[in-house]
């Protein structure tokens, strides 16, 4: 059994910032690729980004230069800081991971940006 445990999420101004965390606990051996998933309102969820065990990261492109994706793989822990945050930012961020061939999501945490 392996859980996800979101935190960070809330309400902030267009402009602030928030610092989203995943915790990945359970029956793990090796994990692949942890990464932020996001879903608006009347919007299919879409990746954000992601960061494979080596390090390297992907970003979609609307969050470029914003969102810095980090894990420390000590704590089985992922990491999201968003700088510069914009109301079309708000939405349901899903923790996502990638562990021994089978994959992971978190219960989601709200991310609400007011202009």
């Known amino acids: 059994q392996v859980q996800l445990v979101e935190s960070g999420g809330g309400l902030v101004q267009a402009g602030g910032s928030l610092r989203l965390s995943c915790t990945a606990s359970?029956?793990?051996?090796?994990?692949?690729?942890m990464g932020w998933y996001r879903q608006a309102p009347g919007k299919q969820r879409e990746l954000v980004a992601r960061i494979a065990s080596g390090g390297s990261t992907n970003y979609v492109d609307s969050v470029k230069g914003r969102f810095t994706i980090s894990r420390d793989n000590a704590k089985n822990t992922v990491y999201l800081q968003m700088n510069s945050l914009k109301p079309e930012d708000t939405g349901v961020y899903y923790c996502?991971?990638?562990?021994?061939?089978?994959?992971?999501w978190g219960q989601g945490t709200q991310v609400t940006v007011s202009s």
């Open positions: 996502n991971l990638l562990a021994d061939l089978r994959g992971y």
């Open positions: 359970g029956n793990i051996f090796r994990i692949n690729v």
